[in-house]
């Protein structure tokens, strides 16, 4: 099992910026594909972004590109997603996800389906004011 605790939410302005952590622990290894998702209200699940442990290869959606970031402290096992620039419309909950992935390419094609991610954080609100 692996438990993934997620951190840094928090109400900002539009432009502002936040840092999410999530800590993974317990079975590690079989978290080498993380992603972020987000979920607005009345909205399905959305990928933001995922990272490959194993090469800290990085995928960012389009939607997002430019002003987020995801980078991964190996030493603490833990992921970050950097928001610059932030937008009303990046107003959601985000989660932390983890899935065991044979390689950098599988961890991609994992990036917007949820259903492939076994862990699961519980979630921090992300609130951005206009």
């Known amino acids: 099992q692996v438990q993934l605790v997620e951190s840094g939410g928090g109400s900002v302005q539009t432009g502002g910026s936040l840092r999410l952590s999530c800590a993974a622990s317990g079975s590690t290894y079989r978290a080498n594909c993380m992603a972020w998702f987000r979920q607005a209200p009345g909205k399905e699940r959305e990928g933001v972004g995922v990272i490959y442990t194993g090469g800290g290869n990085t995928y960012i959606t389009d939607s997002v590109k430019g002003r987020f970031t995801i980078s991964q402290d190996d030493a603490k096992n833990t992921v970050y997603l950097q928001m610059n620039s932030l937008k009303p419309e990046d107003t959601a909950v985000y989660y932390c996800?983890?899935?065991?992935?044979?390689?950098?390419?599988?961890?991609?094609?994992?990036?917007?389906?949820?259903?492939?991610?076994?862990?699961w954080g519980q979630g921090t609100q992300v609130t951005v004011s206009s």
């Open positions: 996800a983890a899935a065991d992935s044979k390689a950098r390419y599988d961890c991609y094609l994992r990036s917007t389906s949820p259903e492939r991610f076994p862990y």
